[in-house]
């Protein structure tokens, strides 16, 4: 271990790493026998450039030749022992194909030390010092929102850690308020724009956990849970499934350690549903002790949506009649929880039985779909409302009414709300359409959206 004021590396590169001048490299003061993403900015940008290596299967020396630096070089940025040059930074990026993700990061730890530097001359208050970094943490997210590509492989490393953004006025109240509205934005906004704004939420979380003993474990443990679902979510909205699944594993985990058994089969009642992993839903049904709760809803429908596709049952009501009877028996605060996700209201049990009874083939849901996508008001539902239309039209032997109407719903909607859903009902009418209809403008058309 390495004590202030020691030399990081004996082998610097000529203009690339300066121990006199942080910004452009220099030694850390600490160096950890492992990758610790929330002991600084270059800690993290350390462990954001050992993910992306890993992710192109480069060895160190590789990347190191990519880079033009010494071989023993990518160790040293990976484990924060020295600071890399920015246009050393911008050839490991461009080699990593992390699109800026790792300058914005470089940048962020160059302007978090200037504003440490500026500190010791002004000696702010604590608040004014978590003020600050936290907009320094702000303008990071920020920027990870504009750039072009959301590199989700990188941000592995704020899952890990990134615990710069501190509030010590912050309570547990706080937190959970926060979740809550998050889990209201999570349907309404594109999910690379959510997680930008989610992202720096975990970070308070993180650090609450880590450092704020006054908080009530059990509670910091549950808003832990709803948030990493909550990531769970979006970033299994942008394709990216493995890295959802890492999120997801997160979530059972913090469930798991709130003791709050509502949560416990939340979380995996809710992966059962978006992910298709039939375990979850077991685990889920098996954890709700036949307690009926919002979570087991989530779960049982999962089910009888794997039921539906596997052909296990023919007609929708051989599902819908048990779902419709839970569905009576929830409590007062799910079934009229009508803001965030994690209730069932009415209108959210509407929304599921029209979906399966679409997956059963039942030629009576293209009405019930009319009305409701008069009523909806968020662009991914409406526009899975259409899907759906289009597919009973399809069925129905009306295709090329079927295909366009669906590219003109797909066309419509903003590209940053064509998620993993939405394309899934697209593909879904694209593999149901007939060999001779697939020549129709509209369907190539609908195909060509779909790949963009």
């Keep these: 271990m ?50 992306g290596r890993r992710r192109k299967k480069l060895s160190q020396r590789a990347l190191a030749t990519y880079a033009r630096v010494d071989d023993t070089m990518i160790s040293h940025y990976e484990r924060a022992i020295t600071y890399p040059h920015a246009s050393t930074i911008q050839l490991i990026d461009d080699a990593l194909e992390a699109h800026g993700f790792l300058v914005m990061l470089h940048a962020y730890a160059t302007e978090f030390d200037r504003r440490q530097a500026g500190r010791k001359d002004s000696n702010p208050s604590d608040h004014e010092d978590d003020d600050m970094e936290r907009r320094t943490t702000m303008r990071l997210m920020a920027a990870i929102s504009a750039a072009a590509v959301l590199p989700l492989d990188q941000l592995e490393a704020v899952r890990t850690g990134l615990g710069l953004s501190l509030d010590k006025q912050i309570g547990l109240n706080d937190l959970e308020a926060t979740a809550y509205d998050l889990a209201y934005d999570l349907r309404y906004h594109p999910p690379k724009e959510f997680i930008s704004q989610l992202a720096p939420n975990l970070a308070d979380v993180q650090h ?55 949560l416990q089969v939340w979380v995996r009642g809710r992966q059962a549903l ?38 296990e049952v023919k007609n929708a009501s051989d599902v819908l009649h048990p779902l419709d009877d839970l569905a009576t028996r929830l409590p007062q605060e799910a079934a009229t929880e009508t803001k965030a996700i994690w209730g069932w209201s009415k209108e959210r049990h ?15 849901v293209y009405d019930d779909l009319t009305v409701m996508g008069e009523h909806e008001t968020n662009p991914r539902a409406y526009a899975i409302i259409q899907m759906e239309k289009s597919l009973c039209l399809l069925r129905n032997g009306d295709v090329p009414q079927a295909v366009t109407e669906a590219a003109t719903a797909y066309d419509g ?27 129709l403008p509209a369907a190539r058309e609908l195909r060509a959206l779909t790949m963009a």
């Design 2 to 51: 390495m004590g202030p004021g020691h030399s990081a590396s004996k082998r610097l590169m000529p203009n690339d790493e300066d121990p006199a001048n942080p910004a452009k490299g220099g030694p850390m003061p600490r160096v950890p026998d492992v990758l610790e993403p929330n002991e600084s900015p270059w800690h993290l940008l350390g462990a954001a450039i050992r993910q």
């Design 208 to 262: 609450a956990l880590a450092h704020r003993t006054d908080l009530d474990r059990a509670g910091l443990h549950r808003v832990a849970g709803q948030m990493s679902a909550l990531m769970a979510m979006a970033v299994q909205e942008t394709g990216n499934v493995s890295a959802a699944r890492r999120w997801w594993r997160t979530a059972r985990a913090a469930a798991d350690s709130s003791r709050d058994l509502d």
């Design 274 to 311: 978006v992910d298709s992993a039939p375990r979850m839903a077991a685990e889920a049904v098996h954890l709700s002790l036949g307690r009926v709760n919002a979570g087991l809803l989530e779960a049982r429908t999962a089910q009888a949506r794997q039921q539906l596709n596997q052909g």
């Design 350 to 364: 509407n929304l599921e039985r029209v979906a399966l009874r679409v997956g059963a083939g039942d030629p009576t």
């Design 413 to 439: 909607l903003h590209p940053a709300h064509r998620t993993t859903a939405v394309k899934a009902w697209s593909r879904r009418i694209i593999s149901e359409l007939p060999e001779k209809a697939r020549a």
